[in-house]
Each structure stands twice: as structure tokens, then as C-alpha cells.
């Protein structure tokens, strides 16, 4: 079911720049480092690998720190962006990357510069989106491209432990109002409907259900073109969504088994372009986040290694609820002229410098040994981490954020 190809973590590069970051340090390390030749291979296998008429964008909420993004543009198809901020961010650097438009509650001006800013297709939320959208698309005399986003009702909908759509959520047009939204369409021109926009879920980790999904997803529109004699859709969004196991990393989507079977669901496209705009699985696995180890204490009969940083910096193990793989870095330097708190042969927990017992990044994790000083580092932390963690609680420092750069891939030649 879940198998196989791995995205590559080069834990000899990784491990050399962090111990040079640790010498560079004048306080304890905390740090993410971000290996972009990794990204780059994984990018450009994963869009390479998608058979034609299917097209990858990448969705900047996981990471949109500019090195991320300037790896992806020119692997990608484009930038799947959620906010004005977002949209403001990609215009000032990528001034004709291809854009679309997700999420909920975009405002008059979100939807105001997603029209001057050329973005290709809005992906619209409600009805009352879709007026606000008309009425000023109507103002600019423009016409607005727009994939309506419908949460459908899947028979047989395999959940994960991240849905958005297929039961009552705050996403999308609910599939029984959809024929009123489409009646209105009718009346206004101002609108052009591109096509229709799934996202139901993230954290998928089973290729083969995901390809039911999807292949429910295009008879959907199959049956929705001949109902309401569609003629101007040119594509259909099917979302992101594709996992990251980070409880069993061994064990990853399969996804050269889910690319393969994309060919066979390409007669099923009637010449509709579909597109991803997957976030987690591009980036995850290109991201680590590195803390040095400032104190190891036994509490009843439990070891806990508190290190520097914490849930603030790395929030995604607690956003999860997992305990999240580490390796530890010994390191052999000692400042203090007195013993060196330490646990061998042990499962630990891992905790930051927060003032709370949620402040927890793994648990029952073993270890050899661990000593105050080792650096511990969490890889697959490339996305949804930095981005989605509660910077400034407690006001500690932020991390340091390092990149290894791409490889020159002309050199040779
Ligand atoms: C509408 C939409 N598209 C794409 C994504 C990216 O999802 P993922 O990172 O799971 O691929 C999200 C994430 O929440 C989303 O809400």
C-alpha cells in the first residue's frame, strides 16, 4: 500500500555544515538548515515524472522563504498562493511566475490585487466570493478566471487525519449549491469558470487511494460538463494533499506508483488540464532543524534532554501529535570544568526552553547516549515548521537559517 521511493536526506553534507555553524556559535545552536540540491532533485523527479496534461504547482504556505522558492519556479508549473501577503510576496520576486489563488475569506483587496496582479486562476470559496469577486472584475471591466471549489461528498472517502473537504467544513461551495452558483454564472459574463477546484484532504499516504480520488474527482466533472453544458473549463485543480510519514519514515507515498497510474487516468481528463498544488511532499523533506542540547535531567523515572529552541521554532511535531525522529550529533567539546549531564541506552523526551509540558518534540524516543552539548537534528522539517510555529512566545532568539545551495547542474557541460 505506502512503499518505497524515499526522497534523499544527505546527512554527511548536513552533518559538516552544522558542526561548522556549532564552532561559528557564540550561545547554544538552534537552527534550520535547508539542503536545496536536495530539493531541486526531488522537485524536479517529482514534476518530471508526471505524464502530460497533468501540471505541479507548488503551495508556498508550507515554505516561502525566497531560496525555496526561487529553487521551485523554474521546476514548477507555478505557485499555488493563500493570502495577500503571499501574493505580494511572489509578485515582488517572481514577476511572471504563473499564480493561483486559494483559501478561504479573501478580501475585496486580496481579490482586487489577485486581478491586477494577473493571477491565472481564482479559486473560489462561496457564493457570496463569487459576487464580490463579479462586482469588482465588473468595476475593472475585466473578466475574472475562476475554479469554483467544491467540497464533494466521495462514496467510499478514505480519511486521513487532515480533511477539508467530503463532511461539513468551512471550504468550498457545498456540491448541493452548486447548480444555483452555476445558474448565476450564467448571467455574468464578467466570470469566466476555468473549471473546479478539489481539495479535500492532506496527509495522504496511500497512493492507490489517492488515485480513486482523484479519478472520482474527474467523473464528477465528466457528469457535471454534460449536465450543465459547461463549455468554457479548461482545467480541473485537484488539490495538494499528498502526505509526509513521519512516524514511519521508512515508509513514504509511493510516488512513482502514483505518477504511473496518472497515464491511465489521462482519457478520463477529456482534454482538461489537471493540476496539483502539493505543499508538504515538495518541500519536507529538503528542511532540518538542529538544537543543541543544554541539559539532560532524570524526572521520576523519566529522562528528558532539554534543548535549545523548541515548539516556538519547530512547531510541527505538536501540530501533528507525533513524536518526531531526530538524530543526535555527539559533539565533544566541553566548556565546564564539571561533569556533563548525560543518558545512555534510554528513551528520552525531547523538549525546548518553553514554560509548558506541551513544549514536547519527541517522546519514548531511544537513544545511545546523549549528553548536554550534542547537537540534536529533526529532519523533514523543510515544511509546515518555521511557518506555521509561534516565533516570538517567550521572546527567545530565533533560530539561524542556513541554506546549502544547489549544485551548478551546467558545470560539467
Ligand atoms: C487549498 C489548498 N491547496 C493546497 C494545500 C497544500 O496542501 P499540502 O501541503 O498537504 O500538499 C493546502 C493546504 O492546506 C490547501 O488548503
Given at each position: 500500500m505506502m512503499a518505497t521511493s524515499i526522497p534523499e536526506l544527505r546527512w554527511p553534507q548536513i552533518t559538516a555544515h552544522l558542526r561548522q555553524a556549532l564552532g561559528a556559535a557564540d550561545?547554544?545552536?538552534?537552527?534550520?538548515?535547508?539542503?536545496?540540491?536536495?530539493?531541486?532533485?526531488?522537485?524536479?523527479?517529482?514534476?518530471?515524472?508526471?505524464?502530460?496534461?497533468?501540471?505541479?504547482?507548488?503551495?508556498?504556505?508550507?515554505?516561502?522563504?525566497?531560496?525555496?522558492?526561487?529553487?521551485?519556479?523554474?521546476?514548477?508549473?507555478?505557485?499555488?498562493?493563500?493570502?495577500?501577503?503571499?501574493?505580494?510576496?511572489?509578485?515582488?520576486?517572481?514577476?511572471?511566475?504563473?499564480?493561483?489563488?486559494?483559501?478561504?475569506?479573501?478580501?475585496?483587496?486580496?481579490?482586487?490585487?489577485a486581478l491586477d496582479l494577473r493571477v491565472e486562476a481564482l479559486h473560489v470559496e462561496s457564493q457570496h466570493e463569487l459576487e464580490r469577486l463579479a462586482w469588482l472584475a465588473r468595476t475593472r471591466g475585466v473578466v475574472a478566471p475562476v475554479l469554483l471549489r467544491v467540497n464533494l461528498a466521495v462514496?467510499?472517502?478514505?480519511?486521513?487525519?487532515?480533511?477539508?473537504?467530503?463532511?461539513?467544513?468551512?471550504?468550498?461551495?457545498?456540491?448541493?449549491?452548486?447548480?444555483?452558483?452555476?445558474?448565476?454564472?450564467?448571467?455574468?459574463?464578467?466570470?469566466?469558470?476555468?473549471?473546479?477546484?478539489?481539495?479535500?484532504?492532506?496527509?495522504?499516504?496511500?497512493?492507490?487511494?489517492?488515485?480513486?480520488?482523484?479519478?472520482?474527482?474527474?467523473?464528477?466533472?465528466?457528469?457535471?460538463?454534460?449536465?450543465?453544458?459547461?463549455?468554457?473549463?479548461?482545467?480541473?485543480?485537484?488539490?495538494?494533499?499528498?502526505?509526509?510519514?513521519?512516524?514511519?519514515?521508512?515508509?513514504?507515498?509511493?510516488?512513482?506508483?502514483?505518477?504511473?497510474?496518472?497515464?491511465?487516468?489521462?482519457?478520463?481528463?477529456?482534454?482538461?488540464?489537471?493540476?496539483?498544488?502539493?505543499?508538504?511532499?515538495?518541500?519536507a523533506f529538503c528542511g532540518y532543524y538542529a538544537m543543541e542540547v543544554i541539559d539532560v535531567k532524570q524526572a521520576f523515572d523519566r529522562p528528558f534532554v532539554v534543548a535549545r529552541g523548541g515548539t516556538h521554532h519547530f512547531r510541527t511535531p505538536y501540530a501533528q501529535g507525533h513524536s518526531h525522529p531526530f538524530r543526535v550529533l555527539p559533539v565533544e567539546t566541553w566548556r565546564y570544568p564539571f561533569a556533563r549531564p548525560e543518558v545512555s541506552h534510554a528513551c528520552v523526551s525531547v523538549v525546548g526552553q518553553l514554560c509548558t509540558p506541551k513544549d514536547l518534540l519527541a517522546h519514548d524516543a531511544p537513544v545511545e547516549r546523549v549528553r548536554a552539548g550534542d547537537l540534536l537534528v529533526f529532519p523533514y522539517a523543510g515544511a509546515y515548521a518555521w511557518h506555521i510555529s509561534h516565533h516570538d512566545f517567550l521572546r527567545h532568539p530565533h533560530p539561524q537559517h542556513y541554506y546549502l545551495p544547489t549544485e551548478d547542474v551546467h558545470a560539467a557541460g
Open positions: 550561545s547554544p545552536l538552534s537552527a534550520y538548515l535547508y539542503d536545496l540540491e536536495a530539493l531541486r532533485r526531488h522537485a524536479s523527479a517529482t514534476a518530471g515524472s508526471l505524464p502530460p496534461g497533468f501540471e505541479l504547482f507548488y503551495a508556498i504556505k508550507a515554505n516561502s522563504d525566497l531560496p525555496i522558492l526561487q529553487t521551485l519556479a523554474p521546476l514548477t508549473h507555478g505557485f499555488e498562493i493563500s493570502s495577500g501577503g503571499e501574493l505580494a510576496w511572489v509578485r515582488e520576486h517572481f514577476a511572471d511566475a504563473p499564480l493561483i489563488f486559494s483559501g478561504p475569506g479573501k478580501t475585496d483587496a486580496e481579490l482586487a490585487a462514496e467510499g472517502l478514505q480519511a486521513t487525519t487532515l480533511m477539508m473537504g467530503g463532511k461539513p467544513t468551512p471550504f468550498g461551495i457545498a456540491g448541493n449549491q452548486l447548480p444555483g452558483c452555476l445558474a448565476w454564472l450564467r448571467e455574468h459574463p464578467e466570470i469566466r469558470l476555468r473549471g473546479f477546484h478539489f481539495h479535500l484532504m492532506s496527509h495522504q499516504l496511500d497512493a492507490a487511494a489517492h488515485v480513486r480520488l482523484l479519478e472520482a474527482y474527474l467523473q464528477q466533472v465528466r457528469r457535471w460538463r454534460a449536465e450543465y453544458g459547461l463549455q468554457t473549463l479548461d482545467q480541473i485543480n485537484v488539490g495538494g494533499g499528498i502526505g509526509v510519514n513521519y512516524r514511519e519514515p521508512e515508509q513514504q507515498f509511493d510516488w512513482p506508483a502514483f505518477a504511473g497510474a496518472l497515464s491511465g487516468l489521462s482519457a478520463q481528463r477529456d482534454g482538461l488540464t489537471v493540476r496539483f498544488e502539493c505543499g508538504r511532499y515538495i518541500t
